[in-house]
């Protein structure tokens, strides 16, 4: 999984895998979130966003099944959630 560092009020890494179109947020509450059925072309228009938080706000949050990875340094299980209509 290719991950970048990026400057962001709210988040500190991106990093995405092409072949499962899998998105990986980390946020600066350091809890992590990954994101299903992404494609490469918004994570490439993530990376290149001059807000990173208002873009995840608008094109990907509520628009993709996702799950929490961690929180806080504390692993945690698997928790799916659901797209919001």
């Known amino acids: 999984m290719n991950s970048t560092v990026v400057e962001s009020s ?9 072949a499962r179109k899998l998105l990986r947020l980390e ?7 990954q994101y299903f059925g992404v494609p490469a072309e918004l994570h490439q228009a993530l990376l290149q966003a001059s807000s990173k938080g208002s873009y995840f706000n608008q094109v990907i949050r509520g628009h993709f ?8 340094d504390t692993e ?9 209509r």
Do not use: D
């Open 10 to 18: 709210v988040l500190t890494k991106v990093a995405y895998e092409e």
């Open 27 to 33: 946020f600066r509450t350091r809890t992590i979130y």
């Open 65 to 72: 099944p996702y799950s929490l990875v961690a929180k806080a």
């Open 76 to 84: 945690v299980p698997h928790q799916v959630g659901r797209r919001e």
